[in-house]
Each structure stands twice: as structure tokens, then as C-alpha cells.
């Protein structure tokens, strides 16, 4: 009961995104190190939240799509962009064009194996020539720990193991990055997450 209460407040876009901001730059830190950006890079946000990351690509060609009407309509009002409500479950919501750059931030511990499966073997598809897909995702630790406890607390659903993470991304994708990293408050590490580069198979 608890949790589903959780699950539906974090649903209004204000109180995501405070109970997002003291973590959010750090949770895509990695990405935004290994990307080069300019005026034309055609940058897809799969899952973008209220917008949470459109900031760092003003300068570019981006879209952002959620599911979350209340999400999208947030992220319409405070930042610039093409934002897209839709269920990216759903095969026909993609966007039909290609993309330099495919994100998905804390995305695919919503979705169960054989969601996350398909999905990413449509991205792929979606991929320009040289175009990469970065993933950052939720980790669930192998053994008793803080990290673990919060992560079977998240919202999602579907945290999971690293190798897990591995196996699934390897089904469709050339893998060229994976790393790990924590997240939490100075001193102390609250959350083990995945960072993953790639391209096509």
C-alpha cells in the first residue's frame, strides 16, 4: 500500500522533480562525459519524465517521449524540444526518423525482460549510421546492503543483477561501454547503477 502511494505521488511532475534534483545530475554524469554534441545531433529521450534532462540538450535536434501526460505537458511548458506522449512499449509511438543519440535514463527497471528486449531492438533500428544508444539503469546488488534494500524499494519493479543488465543488452546490441557506478550523498553510496554505450550488432 505504501508503495503504491509512493508510485502514484511521484506521478505529479513537481514532486518528481524534487524528490529527483539532489540526484539527477549524477545519474547522468556519465553520459553527458562521453557525449559530443552539436546544433544537429537528433537526440531521442525515451522516457523522459517531465524533462528532467532536457537542459543539457538545448543545443540540439531533441525529443522526449513518456507515457506520463502529466509528465510531457510539464516538460512542454518549462523546455524547449519536441516531447511526445506515448507508451514506448508500443511499437508504432517510436518516432519513424533516425537518431545520433538514443537515451534511456532509469527507463528499463519499469519494464520486464521481454519489454526491454523488444524495445531496444527497435532503437537499434532507429540508430543513424555511427549513432550510439546509452543506457543508464538501476542495479540490483547480488548481496545483503543499503543499495539493495532501496533498490527493491524503487517504483520500478524490474532491478536488476549486472549481468542480467549485460545479457539483455547483448541480445540486440554491440555493447562498447559498461561500467558501474555509485549514487547516493557524499560518503554514502545509496544505489548501484549501470552505465552502457552501444551500437549496432
Known amino acids: 500500500?505504501?508503495?503504491?502511494?509512493?508510485?502514484?505521488?511521484?506521478?505529479?511532475?513537481?514532486?518528481?522533480?524534487?524528490?529527483?534534483?539532489?540526484?539527477?545530475?549524477?545519474?547522468?554524469?556519465?553520459?553527458?562525459?562521453?557525449?559530443?554534441?552539436?546544433p544537429q545531433t537528433r537526440l531521442l529521450d525515451v522516457g523522459c519524465g517531465p524533462g528532467t534532462n532536457a537542459h543539457h540538450f538545448v543545443n540540439t535536434r531533441y525529443t522526449g517521449i513518456d507515457v506520463n501526460p502529466d509528465y510531457i505537458q510539464s516538460a512542454q511548458r518549462r523546455h524547449a524540444g519536441r516531447f511526445v506522449t506515448g507508451d514506448v512499449t508500443d511499437p508504432d509511438v517510436l518516432p519513424r526518423e533516425q537518431f545520433d543519440v538514443i537515451l534511456l535514463n532509469s527507463l528499463m527497471h519499469h519494464l520486464p525482460d521481454d519489454a526491454v528486449a523488444h524495445l531496444l531492438s527497435r532503437l537499434v533500428q532507429r540508430l543513424a549510421p555511427q549513432g550510439r544508444i546509452h543506457i543508464l539503469d538501476l542495479i540490483l546488488p547480488p548481496g545483503p546492503s543499503a543499495a539493495r534494500v532501496l533498490a527493491r524499494m524503487d517504483r520500478g519493479r524490474f532491478a536488476r543483477p549486472l549481468d542480467a543488465w549485460h545479457a539483455l543488452?547483448?541480445?540486440?546490441?554491440?555493447?562498447?561501454?559498461?561500467?558501474?557506478?555509485?549514487?547516493?550523498?557524499?560518503?554514502?553510496p545509496l544505489w548501484q547503477r549501470v552505465y552502457c554505450v552501444a551500437g549496432t550488432a
Open 1 to 38: 500500500m505504501i508503495s503504491r502511494f509512493i508510485a502514484r505521488t511521484l506521478e505529479v511532475p513537481v514532486v518528481y522533480r524534487i524528490l529527483q534534483a539532489p540526484f539527477q545530475e549524477r545519474k547522468i554524469a556519465p553520459c553527458l562525459a562521453q557525449l559530443a554534441l552539436t
Open 169 to 188: 543488452f547483448a541480445q540486440s546490441m554491440h555493447i562498447e561501454q559498461l561500467v558501474t557506478f555509485p549514487l547516493g550523498v557524499p560518503g554514502v
